[in-house]
């Protein structure tokens, strides 16, 4: 981290309008607090002095009590407070809660580096470049240890854990180029875990895409990664093995041999292809696939599952009732 880093500076840039929320929450609670707690402190302080030991000062009972004003006392800066409350609730709630037309980016962190790809498929390493007026949905995992992505202009930072999804949303509204760390420690060259986040007009952006060494569509690549680890081999018609179809599996209810019925999300998913032998066997199969656990690096684990995301169902219109 060098001197010139925006995260040095005394309040960095905000480029949202979740960001200028979050600075006007900050600033507004801390005026409310100064205005509470320095008219406490000023009273300390000329009380002290006023009857320090010694002095000549009239110490008898004044005789004046007013629960009245010790109600308000306590009343007033708890309503004041539970205004500030409610207000970063919901810009908490907001910040949870992506558009449906947010653009998902895929983002992967790995020690010590950050790797992004985006919907068409072009993948950047500690660079992100995304469009201004756009919802832009980050999905992050790890691929190794726990780290944490912090976007300093965006005010917004969350955790990337191994084996788990995070995610976080966004929508920029100024063009300009800013610093993006890991705020977790994680290893020796924690410290070095940084790029640049760049939001570009719609138009520069398509651009950008263009230009920037476009490689095969998610869809595509998973495809191949469908092909190279031998999943056609078993799970494709006329396979010798007896596994299940995959077409129309992602979103479908899978009944298990254990009698439980699941959705086959993303997660499921993940789990069944490390994990093949855990409790997700389906009915009327026998378990003989392999784990891919350690062989399968995350970036294409996500691909793949996009590929099977995307894979439709048979002509029939049966959406197939098992799993990979």
């Given at each position: 981290m060098t001197p010139n880093h925006a995260a040095l500076e005394l309040w960095p840039a905000a480029v949202s309008g979740t960001a200028t929320e979050t600075d006007l929450l900050i600033l507004a609670f801390t005026v409310l607090t100064l205005l509470l707690t320095v008219p406490v402190f000023v009273a300390i302080t000329y009380f002290a002095l006023r009857y320090r030991e010694g002095s000549e000062a009239d110490r008898s009972p004044s005789g004046i009590r007013s629960n009245l004003i010790e109600i308000s006392w306590?009343?007033?800066?708890?309503?004041?407070?539970?205004?500030?409350?409610?207000?970063?609730a919901r810009v908490f709630i907001a910040s949870k809660n992506a558009p449906p037309d947010a653009m998902v980016i895929e983002a992967i962190g790995r020690q010590w580096m950050w790797k992004f790809q985006h919907p068409t498929g072009q993948a950047e390493i500690n660079d992100l470049h995304v469009p201004i007026g756009q919802p832009i949905r980050l999905r992050i995992i790890s691929q190794d240890v726990i780290h944490a992505l912090y976007l300093p202009a965006l005010r917004l930072q969350v955790a990337a854990l191994p084996d788990r999804y995070t995610d976080l949303w966004f929508k920029a509204d100024k063009i300009g180029t800013y610093h993006l760390y890991c705020s977790e420690y994680c290893g020796t060259d924690h410290s070095v875990m940084g790029g640049e986040i760049s939001f570009m007009n719609p138009g520069d952006y398509q651009d950008w895409l263009t230009h920037a060494g476009a490689q095969q569509g998610k869809v595509a690549?998973?495809?191949?990664?469908?092909?190279?680890?031998?999943?056609?081999?078993?799970?494709?018609?006329g396979s010798a093995v007896k596994a299940p179809s995959l077409a129309g599996l992602h979103g479908s209810q899978v009944k298990l041999a254990d009698g439980r019925t699941v959705a086959a999300d993303d997660a499921w998913l993940r789990e069944k292809i490390l994990n093949p032998n855990g409790d997700r066997?389906?009915?009327?199969?026998?378990?003989?696939?392999?784990?891919?656990a350690g062989r399968i690096p995350e970036d294409e684990l996500g691909t793949l599952i996009d590929f099977l995301k995307s894979y439709t169902a048979p002509a029939s219109g049966k959406a197939a009732q098992a799993t990979p």
């Open positions: 306590m009343l007033i800066p708890f309503l004041l407070t539970l205004i500030f409350f409610v207000w970063g690549a998973g495809r191949t990664l469908y092909e190279a680890y031998g999943c056609a081999g078993c799970h494709d018609p066997l389906a009915e009327g199969y026998k378990q003989v696939m392999p784990s891919f």
